[in-house]
């Protein structure tokens, strides 16, 4: 597999698209893939990158590049951490543990979903480099006290509150492909959506072999065990997060916490308020509430609500290093990318994951060098032109 991962096949993130959509069943690229609704927050939040134009400094020599920075004290030899995405373990066996290993292998840090299918034990020993856990309530604020003490112990430095899902998004291609009814439906519902499986051998191999449907090994229901795999939009529906919870979220989780999904600069400051240490400017990629704004557009709000009382990171569309670079011009300190690695992984596991995060490294060098910055920390908006209309909000 890791020839077929090479350039010139593989030069892009586009490109490792294009290989998880052949290796994998529809019913999971387009839940990878997907957004919410309309899909326009989703298709906005890569194409706002576009309004914003470089500013180079020519004629300069920038002979060694530095990438690395600091995210809440830990070093990363790039801006970058892998977002929570949930469910890896569909796209590939063990998909979790192979992300995290191949971020950390990388220098960047990894973020494990609440919804994953390997045990948070297991992903933190694959991984190298600065693992965080990603925090939904599901099951019941015992379940999550639990999972944050198995997390605390197992050594995962920060803890992600995510906030924007009150309720899940309407995934209409979800539906579509009947990811309901193959998920735990019975025999018969289950019967019109099978070809798309048998129609990837390769994969449905691999998901066999790796146990065939995951659980949710990290929410761990008293006297059940692992959460069986279901539907968990009514799970999440019971479980909000609001913002009393975060402080007995807060006595359970003694190291940082960052809360994710902030749009505004009223959350951002009521993060900062609760005692958060940084703040993910974030609409969930598209997935949840259809019609918000992009998260580059929202990002220069945040970073001026926040004022320097905790790191504002951003997540949404990041397809090339370009993309990072403009991002930390305005006030980002690092991305998480989501789809970025999620297609590398469902193209071809570690090597997809590892594949991903070098193209977006090897983006990101490159544009230092033409914009004439020597180091991501000096990124800043005097390498930018924003349009007329940003600077008026
Ligand atoms: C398939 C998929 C599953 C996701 N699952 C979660 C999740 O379990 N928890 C969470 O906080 N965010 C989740 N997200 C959102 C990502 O963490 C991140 O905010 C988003 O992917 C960023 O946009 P991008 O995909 O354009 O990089 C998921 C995203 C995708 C694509």
């Known amino acids: 597999m890791a020839r077929t991962l090479d350039p010139p096949r593989v030069l892009s993130i586009a490109d490792l698209r294009d290989l998880a959509r052949r290796r994998l069943p529809r019913v999971v690229f387009d839940y990878i893939d997907g957004g919410a609704d309309g899909e326009v927050t989703l298709r906005e939040n890569c194409r706002v990158f576009d309004d914003v134009t470089f500013r180079p400094r020519n004629a300069v020599a920038t002979p060694a590049s530095d990438l690395r920075t600091t995210v809440l004290g830990l070093p990363l030899e790039l801006p970058l951490l892998l977002a929570p995405v949930g469910s890896s373990r569909m796209f590939y066996p063990r998909g979790e543990e192979v992300a995290a290993r191949a971020a950390g292998a990388a220098g960047a840090g990894y973020t494990l979903s609440t919804l994953s299918g390997c045990r948070l034990e297991d992903v933190k020993a694959a991984s190298q480099g600065p693992v965080w ?46 990811a309901k009814q193959l998920l735990g439906g019975s025999p018969w519902s289950m019967l019109p959506y099978l070809p798309q499986l048998l129609a990837r051998p390769r994969w449905l191999a691999g998901y066999l072999s790796d146990g065939g449907l995951m659980k949710f090994a990290n929410v761990v229901l008293p006297g059940q065990g692992p959460m069986p795999y279901a539907d968990i939009a009514a799970a999440l529906e019971e479980s909000t997060v609001c913002w009393q919870d975060l402080r007995w979220i807060r006595e359970a989780w003694t190291g940082p916490i960052v809360i994710k999904g902030v749009l505004t600069g009223e959350d951002a400051r009521r993060a900062v308020e609760t005692g958060a240490e940084a703040v993910v400017v974030s609409n969930h990629g598209g997935r949840q509430l259809d ?57 071809g596991g570690g090597a997809g994951v590892t594949r991903a995060i070098q193209i977006l490294r090897t983006d990101l060098v490159r544009t230092l060098k033409l914009l004439g910055c020597p180091a991501v920390r000096e990124l800043d908006r005097s390498y930018v032109d924003l349009p007329t209309a940003w600077g008026r909000s």
């Open 291 to 347: 019609g918000v704004s992009p998260t580059l557009r929202a990002l220069p709000e945040v970073v001026a609500a926040v004022a320097g009382r905790a790191e504002v990171l951003l997540d949404g569309g990041i397809r090339r290093g370009g993309d990072i670079a403009k991002a930390l011009c305005l006030g980002a300190r690092a991305v998480l990318v989501g789809r970025a690695y999620a297609y590398g992984l469902g193209a």
């Open 133 to 178: 856990y990603q925090l939904y309530l599901v099951g019941g604020h015992d379940v999550a006290r639990a999972a944050m003490e198995r997390a605390k112990s197992a050594g995962f430095s920060a803890l992600v509150v995510t906030i924007d899902t009150a309720v899940a998004g309407q995934r209409e291609r979800d539906a579509k492909n009947g």
